[in-house]
């Protein structure tokens, strides 16, 4: 089976790219750049080979070429531009071309190549202010404000997705991220908002001094567990519903995570304040949101998060020595 991962060079991407060649099948990773060399050669000492297509999900050819070239059988759509409040303003439209329309694409590229299975990635931005509004966030009865481009355009393709299903009879599954950290994450240049684990790992790393906003995201899943949880979808071939949220199914806790970065770098020092102005991530962290509900994923293909906060702290760290031994804080 090959299983086509659109902006496969993304760290959500290349967990899914391991996940599946454990399992024996091949995955071909599509971006408009290719991975740089070193992270490459980590991959493959990790076992992890995978095909590059460089290519862009608005450019219907090079849909195509990469369909045809290796007779794909399956698609992740995970590519976005996943923009800062900067971007949003500069790339306004670049962001709806490449999440909306780039999306459109892929699936009318499903249906003229027959692929057997799509996947769409969207994400918990499109919940806005309202992330809070519910205990736990179910798939149907919570609601939804998108307030950032990228929201918006997430919100719009992951309803494009389910009308492709309904009315075009394409098999996509629009599965909803909690938000992801993890293995082999880093900078792709299309993804403003890298992760909070990351981010402070990087300064505790330093040794610094990290002033952060008690208000934050905390609907956090270990990106291992996502690559789990799309290959069971994908092992499966199709989905009894069109949405589900994939994430841990529980609260995560950044003061937590911080004080087991103090413990590992002791000069590293932290606060956290009720005031974003003096935060060291203005604008760029998640909003305030409760867990999303897995009752769903549970019960249709029988999925169970495998990392709790502190196993992923341990793997996480672990993973992270690792590649920053030789790629320079690339990684």
């Given at each position: 089976m090959i299983v086509l991962i659109t902006g496969g060079t993304g760290f959500v991407g290349l967990n899914l790219a391991q996940q599946l060649c454990k399992k024996g099948?091949?995955?071909?990773?599509?971006?408009?750049?290719p991975l740089p060399s070193i992270l490459l050669q980590h991959l493959t000492l990790a076992g992890v080979v995978v095909d590059f297509f460089q290519g862009s999900v608005t450019q219907a050819?090079?849909?195509?070429?990469?369909?045809?070239?290796?007779?794909?059988?399956?698609?992740?759509?995970?590519?976005?531009?996943?923009?800062?409040?900067?971007?949003?303003?500069?790339?306004t439209k670049e962001i709806l071309e490449t999440n909306l329309m780039g999306s459109v694409e892929v699936f009318e590229c499903a249906i003229r190549h027959h692929?057997?299975?799509?996947?769409?990635?969207?994400?918990?931005?499109?919940?806005?202010?309202?992330?809070?509004?519910?205990?736990?966030?179910?798939?149907?009865?919570?609601?939804?404000?998108?307030?950032?481009?990228?929201?918006?355009?997430?919100?719009?393709?992951?309803?494009?997705?389910?009308?492709?299903?309904?009315?075009?009879?394409?098999?996509?599954?629009?599965?909803?991220?909690?938000?992801?950290?993890?293995?082999?994450?880093?900078?792709?240049?299309?993804?403003?908002?890298?992760?909070?684990?990351?981010?402070?790992?990087?300064?505790?790393?330093?040794?610094?001094?990290?002033?952060?906003?008690?208000?934050?995201?905390?609907?956090?899943?270990?990106?291992?567990?996502?690559?789990?949880?799309?290959?069971?979808?994908?092992h499966a071939g199709?989905?009894?519903?069109?949405?589900?949220?994939?994430?841990a199914g529980m609260k995560w806790s950044l003061a937590n995570w911080l004080e087991q970065l103090k413990q590992l770098f002791p000069k590293f020092s932290y606060e956290m304040t009720d005031d974003p102005n003096l935060c060291a991530f203005k604008n760029s962290s998640p909003l305030p949101r409760s867990p999303m509900s897995i009752q769903r994923i549970q019960h249709d293909f029988h999925f169970e998060p495998s990392f709790d906060q502190a196993t992923a702290f341990d793997d996480f760290i672990s993973q992270s020595s690792i590649l920053h031994s030789t790629t320079n804080n690339l990684l």
């Open positions: 099948v091949k995955p071909v990773l599509m971006a408009l750049t050819d090079d849909l195509d070429r990469v369909c045809r070239q290796y007779k794909v059988d399956k698609i992740v759509h995970a590519a976005a531009i996943t923009a800062d409040g900067k971007r949003e303003i500069s790339h692929i057997n299975q799509v996947i769409y990635l969207s994400s918990g931005s499109i919940f806005g202010h309202l992330g809070a509004h519910d205990a736990m966030i179910d798939e149907l009865t919570s609601p939804v404000l998108p307030e950032t481009i990228y929201g918006i355009s997430k919100l719009a393709a992951e309803r494009t997705a389910l009308r492709y299903r309904q009315n075009r009879q394409l098999n996509v599954t629009v599965v909803r991220l909690g938000l992801a950290y993890g293995p082999w994450e880093y900078d792709t240049g299309h993804r403003d908002t890298l992760s909070l684990p990351y981010k402070t790992y990087l300064q505790a790393k330093l040794g610094e001094h990290l002033v952060v906003s008690k208000m934050h995201g905390d609907d956090y899943i270990y990106a291992t567990d996502i690559a789990r949880g799309l290959s069971l979808i994908l199709k989905s009894p519903e069109g949405l589900y949220h994939l994430s």
